[in-house]
């Protein structure tokens, strides 16, 4: 499915086009972050380019998704399939509310299928997360799995692996993220 969505964008220049398929569930910074490089983007353009587009749909489905379902739930079969979901968020939210933001952070960032902006924005609203701090853990998240796939599809993971003060600097930008988002969190 998204070896065709690449295709059907590719009338667009690159910067647009890897822009684009950071929006979207299916390809997200995963198929977005290569394919720039591929087309010979600049790394750090590519990454500015795919952050910034993986990061359009957010605040939509942060603001919107809570009319968007009450709207659907006036329809009886989605109405019950609604309920039951936002019932079973209610009854995990209190379990996990203590490490919801770093764990937002930490969701997001990792770049497997089935994680990513959309899914982070779709869990901070399952968990009831403020609109603004759901807003900048998914950032954080979205900035740091940009980094990821960036160095990966670089192959500066191993880089990193083989000089180890590169590879504690990255941990430390890290930890510092993560320290910082919990510490807003508690205020």
């Known amino acids: 499915m ?38 010979g983007i600049d790394p750090v353009t590519n990454y500015l380019y795919c952050v910034a587009g993986n990061l359009v749909p957010v605040l939509p489905i942060l603001l919107f998704l809570n009319p968007v379902l009450k709207f659907l739930s006036r329809f009886p ?10 019932k079973s968020a209610e009854e995990k939210r209190q379990k996990y509310e203590k490490f919801e933001t770093a764990a937002l952070v ?3 960032a990792v770049p497997a299928p089935g994680t990513g902006a959309w899914t982070g924005s779709l869990l901070a609203f399952l968990s009831r997360m403020a609109v603004p701090r759901a807003f900048l853990a998914v950032s954080a998240g979205v900035l ?3 980094l990821v796939v960036t160095l990966l ?33 508690k205020q």
């Open 2 to 39: 998204a070896e065709k969505i690449v295709e059907m964008v590719t009338f667009l220049p690159p910067e647009i086009r890897v822009f684009f398929l950071s929006m979207i569930p299916i390809t997200e910074l995963r198929v977005a972050v290569p394919l720039g490089l591929a087309l």
């Open 77 to 86: 079969p989605l109405g019950r399939l609604i309920g039951r979901i936002l």
């Open 144 to 146: 740091i799995a940009g």
């Open 153 to 185: 599809s670089l192959g500066a993971i191993q880089l990193l692996a083989r000089n180890l003060v590169y590879g504690l600097v990255f941990l430390a930008v890290i930890l510092v993220l993560w320290f910082l988002l919990g510490r807003k969190r």
């Open 106 to 108: 930490a969701f997001v």
